[in-house]
């Protein structure tokens, strides 16, 4: 599904030159699950940005579905990201002033989707997100977990291929944690690639392989299939 | 995806109604001032533009070089015979209209009640023709062709004769004369010269009454208007050009007198506007108040936009995380920018919807402010609306602009991780909000010097006395038996003093050359006349310098004795100017007394040479000094006196010192309208203050809970808070005061009397403009900084 090459970003302020990235050579299957951790100030985050096209690399080479995308503008790399990759963030990121039902409906809504599917594919989610009798009700209504639940609706509503997931538990408490994994589990067994941050390492046991960063180059890449059997 | 937009606006606005209230408020009160203003503008853009001809007619004025008088040495007054003789002289002039006017002439209807109207004389039917006046009843050609037949104007008609039909009915003019109907006319729009005048008779009707017809008809006499009609697109300066043909020709002869003397066409539609030649027909527009309130107008929707932009900004910046969402989920940057835009465009529209019904209210106010009369009908003519909406259209997108390209320019990743773009591109805020108060200021310190130079010209001894005043136009019956109607009133003894005069001291409009016997006709000096009765000197205070005031005693004071000011024997070469002779219109006057340099005009004119002479025949008002205290019993005094005298003519009276306060009319007007705008620019400069603060309060509530808790207290951090804000307002005054002193140091130019600008009037404005904003911030800081700290610290 993506694959990189010698990945490197580097951060320049006057003084200072950071290095978030260093070489960073990884391979991600199709349906695959896999968790990447590390230290604060890692580099996740900036792989993360990355993978989601976010973000351009310093170096290096990154291939999307077959496609080199380093080098690509704002404008394609944002029409790469609208087909094909959904994103939860630790801190929800969900519009205050749309409700649930139209925060999900808003990445449908900028893919020109017709008036009666988008109902359709909405509700769908609502209900596999078991969060359908609050889709009226505004974000700063629900709690942590549902509002976290909403962004996952919202990372899935137009089937990605790939869900990008930043920390998506590092707001909650644990019952709510589980819940959310156990979407994103599901998700993963029906065929969604999932690439998750997390500092957590029951969390990150969910995946079938562990990426470990330290210092922004990658140290191990444990394979868990085992243990989950 | 429109719809999704949409609901964004409306809950942004319901969540933060404060914010959008002060957003919208000052943007429609901006839009309301600059749509009325725009309105007037229009109206005299538009004056005498509505004939089909236009642009071919021209009005013949005449400059006598070397001889000013009010100030001008053009005037719109000429010869009746030139009408008629430019036409056959020039085959570029295809029509001519030679018209004279009466204003104020009582008209009787059929059943003989009283009027007062204005009457045109013209030459029929060449000027019906010429402006394209439309009969509704009645030929053009023929209506008025019989002596004695006059057309009214609809409105004059319904006026006059009510519902009935006017045609073939007879009005009575002063008395005298009876004219026939003979026709109805389209009133003409308010903002056409002819206006005003609501009957239309022919010249020669109003020639066969003339006692001295024949000098009046000649080229000796300048007392008509003449119109003529070029062809299509021709140069003026053509016709300029071969006048001093006709000059020649015609008037040298005719006017031994003043040889020099130049003809001109003057454009119609410029009349109202650039006009400079005196005793014009309607009144001058005015073209320095239009300017000014132009500028306002600027001003206004210059400051209301800024309010609006910065509002905008730092409302669009709390939603800098909102674009990030919608980035990552696909947005475009085109997507975003239409966003912001439509949001910018639905407020603007809002406050423009809002403009027009403030306006609806502020009309009659208006109406009052310029003198003119809109309806409310003028706010829903399309063309108002239409402007109304481009306006409105064009601050959404402007204001809408710098936000969304700002924001759409977001890099997702940075909002999204909380690297927040707040507080960035603030230098462009700050700017604009000295620029918002600088132009405060600037109005401010306007409104302070026009109000001192008013007070000033009210209060400036003109040389006489106009307190206790009372002014009676006189009748012919009256000045019959003007002694004995002294006496009596002299029996009061709250009358101190009474005469009676061709014009009053304050505003002198006739004039006439003076010269002393002997000496060539060069040495002619143009000065002001009055024509008076005795008691002229002590009732109006003015002081003798030497020689002796009119006598009663004295037979040959009532022929040939004469009372000059400084001003004229100065002009005169006059060393001693008692007992010496003048010649005024060739008679010969003895000079009995000289009097004080008075200010006979507005303070605009300097002081200018004066006569005075006993005249009775040119007595035109009886003035009447009382003694202050029971000044209404004074006047049913002078009342019963006048019944007893004036033949059942109504008795009219004014007060002089109200007259003298008229001849600033203008100047009272651009006083009201800058003090007003100055205090409605200072309202919406501190919305937009307001807005501001609240703004950057919010986002400092933590960093206010951290100080406080390391030990600030309330008044620190209402210290830190206010400084920065006080600090525009004194940067906006370096650039408010040389604006503002160089605007005021021109509108002064205007006055030959003028105060000087003093440093005081800048440091109050600012010190004004610095006290509001303080008042404004700190309502805002004060409540910031006894805001519990631990709430604000656990609120991030």
Known sequence: MLRTNNLVKIYRTEEVETTALDNVSIEINEGEFVSIMGPSGCGKSTLMNILGMLDNPSGGEYHFLGKEVSKFNERQRAQIRKENIGFVFQSFNLIDELTIYENVELPLLYLKVSPSERKRKVQTVLEIMEIMHRRNHFPQQLSGGQQQRVAVARALVANPKLILADEPTGNLDSSHGDEVMKMLTFLNEGGTTVIMVTHSPTYAEYGNRVIH???GKVVTENFQESFRV | MIRNYFKIVIRNILRQKVFTFLNISGLAI??????????????????????????????VIQRVPGKPFMGTEYFAVTQEPLGRTLKSEFPEIVNYATIGTWKNAAINNSKNMSFEENVLYATAPNFLQMFSIELM????????????????????????????????????????????????????????????????????????????????????????????????????????????????????????????????????????????????????????????????????????????????????????RE?????????????????????????????????????????????????????????????????????????????????????????????????????????????????????????????????????????????????????????????????????????????????????????????????????????????????????????????????????????????NAVLINQSLANSLGLKNAINSTISINNNKYNIIGLIKDINIHSLHQKIEPLFVRLNKPYLQYLCVKTKSGNLPATIDFIKSVWDRYSGQKPFKYTFLDSDFNSLYKREERVAQIVSYSSALAIIIACLGLLGLVSFIVEQKRKEIGIRKVLGASVSDVVGTLSKQFLQWVLYANIIAIPVAYYLMASWLQDFAFRINISWWVFILSGGMALLIALITVSSQTIKAAFANPVKSIRYE
């Not at chain 2, 600059?34 to 071919?56: C, G, H, Q, R």
């Not at chain 2, 057309?151 to 006026?159: G, R």
């Not at chain 2, 003109?462 to 019956?477: A, K, Q, T, W």
């Open chain 2, 137 to 320: 009843q009645g030929n053009t050609n023929t209506a008025l062709s019989q002596l004695n037949t006059v057309i009214l104007s609809e409105n004059i008609a319904k006026k006059l004769f009510g519902s009935e039909n006017p045609i073939g009915k007879t009005i009575t003019v002063i008395e005298t004369e009876t004219w026939t109907v003979t026709g109805i006319y389209k009133s003409l729009p308010a903002n056409s010269q002819f206006a005003t005048y609501g009957l239309i008779t022919s010249f020669e009707t109003y020639a066969s009454g003339l006692k001295n017809r024949e000098q009046a008809l000649s080229w000796k006499n300048n007392s008509w208007y003449n119109y003529v009609k070029v062809i299509n697109g021709t140069n003026p300066e053509f016709i300029n050009a071969r006048m001093p043909n006709i000059v020649n020709k015609y008037l040298s002869d005719a006017n031994a007198d003043i040889k020099a003397r130049e003809l001109y066409l003057q454009p119609l539609k410029d009349i109202r506007l650039y006009n400079n030649a005196y005793f014009g027909m309607g009144e001058n527009g005015d073209l320095k108040t239009m300017l000014i309130l132009i500028a306002i107008a600027i001003v206004m929707l210059s400051i209301a936009s800024i309010n609006y932009m910065n509002l905008s900004t730092a409302r669009a910046s709390l939603r800098a």
């Open chain 2, 30 to 59: 901006g839009i309301a001032i600059a749509s009325l203003i725009m309105l007037y503008v229009k109206f005299e853009w538009e004056y005498d533009k509505s004939y089909p001809n236009t642009d071919s007619i021209y009005r």
């Open chain 2, 323 to 559: 674009v990030g969402v919608r980035k990552v989920i696909g947005a475009n940057k085109i997507q975003l920018i239409a966003q912001f835009m439509g949001d910018s465009v639905f407020l603007s529209i809002t406050a423009g919807i809002f403009a027009i019904i403030l306006d609806l209210f502020l009309l009659p106010s208006f109406n009052q402010l310029i003198g003119i009369n809109f309806s409310s009908a003028a706010l829903l003519q399309p063309s108002f609306l239409i402007g109304i909406s481009v306006i409105t259209l064009l601050i959404g997108l402007l204001s809408g602009a710098y936000p969304a390209f700002i924001l759409s320019s977001f890099q997702p990743v940075k909002v999204i991780m909380g690297d927040n773009a707040k507080g960035k591109h603030a230098y462009l805020r700050y700017i604009l909000v000295v620029t918002q108060f600088a132009a405060s200021i600037a109005l401010i310190a306007c409104t302070f010097i026009i109000l001192s130079q008013l007070n000033y010209i009210k209060n400036r001894d003109m040389g006489y006395n106009r307190e206790n005043i009372v002014v009676v136009p006189l009748n012919n019956n009256v000045i019959i038996q003007l002694g004995p109607m002294k006496q009596d009133l002299s029996q009061n003894p709250s009358i101190s003093d009474v005469t009676a005069c061709s014009q009053t001291p304050i505003n002198i409009v006739s004039a006439t050359y003076v010269n002393i016997p002997g000496e060539a006709g060069e040495t002619k000096v143009l000065s002001y006349s009055i024509d008076s009765d005795f008691n002229f000197l002590q009732t109006f205070n003015i002081p003798l310098v030497e020689g002796r005031n009119f006598s009663k005693n004295i037979t040959t004071d009532s022929t």
């Open chain 1, 213 to 215: 960063l330290f210092d």
